[in-house]
């Protein structure tokens, strides 16, 4: 199965930021759908940030004005940039793709993690106060 690879984590101080990459799948899968996932050990995977291959796009609200999702089809890679860090920020990272067909933005529920069908390995963010 196809994997995405991520990369740019790491420790910060509370303020700082950090920028997540996130490249594949490779071969012919072709994600409509991407988005960052964060999970924090005893707890829940949550959506951080979502966006479809037209470039409509979702942040959660814990997030918004902080960070911000883009990517470059081209080099099939998705980025998070992270800004004003805080320590509750702290978590590992998870890039997500979907080659799912939902027709629109709003049939595709982009915080669901069982609407992705491919997973990177996580990264660790550390925010430290």
């Known amino acids: 199965q196809a994997q995405l690879v991520e990369s740019g984590g790491g420790s910060v101080q509370s303020g700082g930021s950090l920028r997540l990459s996130c490249e594949g799948p490779?071969?012919?899968?072709?994600?409509?759908?991407r988005a960052w996932f964060r999970q924090v050990s005893g707890k829940e995977r949550e959506g951080v940030a979502a966006?479809?291959?037209?470039?409509?796009?979702t942040v959660a609200d814990s997030v918004k004005g902080r960070f911000a999702i883009s990517q470059d089809n081209a080099k099939n890679t998705l980025y998070l940039q992270m800004n004003n860090l805080k320590p509750e920020d702290t978590a590992t990272y998870y890039c997500?793709?979907?080659?799912?067909?939902?027709?629109?933005?709003?049939?595709?529920?982009?915080?669901?993690?069982?609407?992705?069908?491919?997973w990177g390995q996580g990264t660790q963010v550390t925010v430290s106060s």
């Open positions: 966006i479809s291959r037209s470039g409509d796009i």
């Open positions: 490779e071969g012919r899968h072709s994600a409509n759908y």
């Open positions: 997500a793709a979907s080659t799912h067909v939902r027709g629109s933005w709003y049939k595709f529920k982009p915080f669901y993690h069982l609407e992705y069908n491919y």
